[in-house]
């Protein structure tokens, strides 16, 4: 298991993390709605800050998120929620899944950050 990297999760560095995701999510929601063909795009945008996210709230080297690796700070099934939600972007399910997963995570730090 890669471990939660506690110099990494306090709250002023990773609420800008959650306050992007707010912008974007809106983006995206927006996109959905308007069915105008960005919010793939602003998928990725968010899948990657969401992956950017737990590695720099791990104690990894890794410039990526390692599929084969459990990670301490990723909620439950988070890896197999990723997978779905890199599968179809374009799917309004997956930006659902996607903003829970934000949620779940911001939680989960805060509960790691009381934990140390």
């Known amino acids: 298991m890669i471990k939660v990297n506690q ?7 990773v609420d800008p993390y959650f306050e992007q995701w707010n912008e974007l999510s809106s983006l995206i929601h927006k996109a959905h709605d308007l069915r105008n063909g960005e919010a793939k795009s602003l998928m990725d945008e968010g899948i990657q800050l969401f992956e950017n996210c737990i590695i720099n709230c791990s104690e990894t080297t890794s410039l990526s998120i390692l599929e084969s690796e459990e990670y301490e700070v990723l909620p439950i099934n988070g890896m197999e929620r990723l997978q779905f939600i890199k599968m179809r972007p374009g799917q309004y399910a997956c930006f659902r899944q996607l903003d829970e997963l934000f949620k779940e995570l911001k939680k989960r730090l805060a509960r790691l950050r009381i934990k140390s």
């Not at 110099?7 to 560095?13: D, N, R, S, T, Y």
């Open 7 to 13: 110099g990494a999760i306090v709250k002023e560095l």
